[in-house]
C-alpha cells in the first residue's frame, strides 16, 4: 500500500474529559490527537510538541484560564480555533483575535472542514492530497479517481465514502457511522442509502481483478488492507 496523506497533522484539544467524544472522529480523517485540561500542561506540551493546530473548548474553562490559554498558544505560533456556546456574551468577547470559531451544537463536517481551511491558510496543509492502494488512485486535490490508470466518474457521495474507507483501510465503518460522516445526523433518509451507494460504488471501481470493498455482514464495510 502506498498511502500519501497530507493530513496526519497533531491536533491539542482543550477540553473536559466529558467532551473528548465530540473530537474522536478527527483521527479517522488523518489527525493526530491529544488531550489536555486546564493551564498548567500546555507550555510544556506546546514547546515540546509538533502541534500544527490548537482547538480550545472555552466552555471547559472559566473566562480567565481562556484568555490565558489564548495567550499561551499565540505565543507559540500556533493556529487556534475556538469551540463555545453563541449565548456566553462573555467567553465571546474574549474569542477576539482567534483564527476560527465555531459554536454549539456543530456538524462533523462544518468541523473538519474549518480545520482544514485554518491549517491551509497557515501553511500548514498540503492540498496535494493523494491515497495509492494497489491500482486506485484517488486524487483529493483534483477530485479524480482512477483503477489501473482509467478515469472513474463518481457522484460526490460515493467519493466521500471512497476517501474515508480507503484512508482507513482494514477499520470497518458501520452503516450508521458512514450515514453520519458522510450525510450528517440531520438526513433522514435510513441506513438503507449507505447500501445503495457503496453498491453503486462498488460497480464503478470494481472488477474481477480490483476488489477493494469488503462487507462485514450485519456491521457495515471496511476496505480491505492490502
Not at 497557515?122 to 483503477?147: C, H, P
Not at 482509467?150 to 452503516?175: S, W
Request: hydrophobic residues 40%.
Amino acid at each position: 500500500m502506498d498511502l500519501l496523506l497530507a493530513f496526519t497533522k497533531q491536533i491539542l484539544i482543550l477540553t473536559a474529559e466529558s467532551d473528548k467524544v465530540m473530537y474522536e472522529s478527527l483521527k479517522d480523517d488523518g489527525f493526530t490527537l491529544s488531550f489536555n485540561e486546564g493551564l498548567d500542561p500546555v507550555s510544556k506540551v506546546l514547546d515540546n510538541d509538533s502541534t500544527s493546530l490548537v482547538v480550545l473548548d472555552m466552555d471547559a474553562n472559566t473566562n480567565d484560564d481562556n484568555v490565558q490559554l489564548i495567550k499561551t498558544t499565540k505565543h507559540f505560533g500556533i493556529p487556534l480555533f475556538a469551540v463555545l456556546d453563541p449565548e456566553d456574551n462573555q467567553k465571546l468577547e474574549s474569542s477576539i483575535g482567534l483564527d476560527e470559531i465555531i459554536f454549539k451544537p456543530f456538524q462533523y463536517n462544518e468541523l473538519i472542514t474549518r480545520i482544514r481551511r485554518i491549517l491551509w491558510r497557515n501553511g500548514s496543509w498540503d492540498i496535494g492530497q493523494i491515497i495509492r492502494i494497489g491500482d486506485l488512485t484517488i486524487d483529493q486535490d483534483k477530485y479524480e479517481v482512477s483503477v489501473a490508470e482509467n478515469r472513474i466518474i463518481l457522484t460526490f457521495k460515493e467519493y466521500q465514502l471512497l476517501c474515508l474507507l480507503a484512508a482507513n483501510p482494514g477499520k470497518v465503518y458501520t452503516r450508521e457511522t458512514l450515514l453520519n460522516r458522510i450525510w450528517d445526523y440531520d438526513y433522514f433518509g435510513g441506513t438503507r442509502t449507505v447500501d445503495v451507494h457503496i453498491r453503486r460504488l462498488r460497480s464503478k471501481v470494481e472488477d474481477a481483478n480490483h476488489l477493494f470493498i469488503e462487507t462485514v455482514r450485519n456491521v457495515g464495510y471496511r476496505f480491505i488492507s492490502y
